[in-house]
């Protein structure tokens, strides 16, 4: 998921114009909570009748599109100007100058999110449906169900929301906001045990701990020239990535000891400690096209 998001990401950065990037990524972002509510519909329909092979083949369909993609989307003209000058960018580019303070604020901020969305939404299912004296909610499957629905909800809006937040205020200031709201209600939903209460929590968590997503591709863009940029935001994004591999044993095993809500305490403290890395990243350049 991570490659191709990158590609994405580059394309749209050197497409739209800086003053509706934000709104780009945004629109761009949601995608995903729109392919994750589709694939759950396909696998309600699909499953009982054709199994799982049925569905994984519907799976591969979409896949075909990017055929459609690689002939008739052009690459963008900064790009095309770009490739046609003698040097050209290089891996070690990432971290010379006041780009290595950038690289490095990056991916710390990257394994940061990461580990605590992972950390959280490995556990959230077995957190509302575990019994009481076990430490979970003891919901039934339907009322879990409903809750990660409105969650879902919740999600799509924190993505759109973020890109026009960020084209108002600024990306980083956005960012800021966003991760900060995550680590101070993560520790609230991990102690709650009232469904109405984890209802109305669910959504404002998925709202602010995953819209922020929306805004990584439009800090990164405006960072980081023509040249290194798909580089730049593959490199920070899938490295800060290795640490959510560890993200559910951590998590999974502190809400054995302590239980969730000192999990999900923990797994708040990775969002503000993403929200410290952000203060070393370079504000974003405002020019409209970065060569």
Same mark, same amino acid.
């Given at each position: 998921?991570?490659?191709?998001?990158?590609?994405?990401?580059?394309?749209?950065?050197?497409?739209?114009?800086?003053? =509706?990037?934000?709104? /780009?990524?945004?629109?761009?972002?949601? =995608?995903?909570?729109?392919?994750?509510?589709?694939?759950?519909?396909?696998?309600?329909?699909?499953?009982?009748?054709?199994?799982?092979?049925?569905?994984?083949?519907?799976?591969?369909?979409?896949?075909?599109?990017?055929?459609?993609?690689?002939?008739?989307?052009?690459?963008?003209? @900064?790009?095309?100007?770009?490739?046609?000058?003698?040097?050209?960018?290089?891996?070690?580019?990432?971290?010379?100058?006041?780009?290595?303070?950038?690289?490095?604020?990056?991916?710390?901020?990257?394994?940061?999110?990461?580990?605590?969305?992972?950390?959280?939404?490995?556990?959230?299912?077995?957190?509302?449906?575990?019994?009481?004296?076990?430490?979970?909610?003891?919901?039934?499957?339907?009322?879990?169900?409903?809750?990660?629905?409105?969650?879902?909800?919740?999600?799509?809006?924190?993505?759109?929301?973020?890109?026009?937040?960020?084209?108002?205020?600024?990306?980083?200031?956005?960012? /800021?906001?966003? @991760?900060?709201?995550?680590?101070?209600?993560?520790?609230?939903?991990?102690?709650?045990?009232?469904?109405?209460?984890?209802?109305?929590?669910?959504?404002?968590?998925?709202?602010?701990?995953?819209?922020?997503?929306?805004?990584?591709?439009?800090?990164?863009?405006?960072?980081?020239?023509?040249?290194?940029?798909?580089?730049?935001?593959?490199?920070?994004?899938?490295?800060?990535?290795?640490?959510?591999?560890?993200?559910?044993? @951590?998590?999974?095993?502190?809400?054995?000891?302590?239980?969730?809500?000192?999990?999900?305490? @923990?797994?708040? /403290?990775?969002?503000?400690?993403?929200?410290?890395?952000?203060?070393?990243?370079?504000?974003?350049?405002?020019?409209?096209?970065?060569?």
């Amino acid at each position: 998921m991570g490659g191709e998001w990158a590609s994405g990401a580059a394309l749209v950065s050197e497409t739209w114009p800086a003053p =509706s990037r934000g709104r /780009a990524f945004a629109f761009m972002q949601s =995608s995903w909570a729109i392919g994750f509510g589709l694939a759950a519909i396909v696998s309600g329909l699909l499953l009982p009748a054709w199994g799982w092979r049925g569905v994984f083949f519907i799976g591969v369909l979409p896949a075909f599109f990017t055929l459609w993609v690689r002939r008739n989307v052009e690459e963008p003209e @900064v790009w095309q100007r770009t490739r046609r000058l003698p040097v050209r960018g290089s891996f070690g580019d990432l971290f010379r100058g006041d780009l290595s303070r950038a690289t490095v604020a990056l991916t710390l901020m990257n394994a940061c999110t990461l580990f605590g969305w992972w950390g959280l939404n490995t556990w959230v299912p077995a957190y509302l449906v575990l019994p009481i004296d076990q430490g979970g909610v003891g919901l039934s499957i339907v009322s879990s169900s409903a809750v990660v629905f409105i969650t879902q909800v919740g999600m799509w809006f924190g993505y759109i929301t973020f890109g026009f937040v960020a084209d108002r205020i600024g990306r980083k200031r956005a960012y /800021a906001i966003f @991760v900060l709201a995550t680590s101070l209600l993560l520790p609230l939903y991990g102690y709650m045990r009232n469904p109405f209460v984890l209802l109305a929590l669910g959504p404002f968590i998925a709202f602010f701990g995953t819209g922020h997503y929306s805004g990584f591709g439009p800090l990164t863009a405006e960072i980081y020239p023509t040249a290194i940029r798909a580089t730049a935001q593959g490199f920070t994004y899938n490295a800060g990535r290795l640490t959510s591999a560890a993200a559910p044993f @951590v998590i999974g095993s502190l809400a054995a000891s302590r239980g969730f809500g000192a999990a999900f305490t @923990v797994a708040g /403290a990775a969002f503000l400690l993403a929200a410290i890395a952000l203060y070393w990243v370079p504000e974003p350049r405002t020019a409209e096209e970065l060569v």
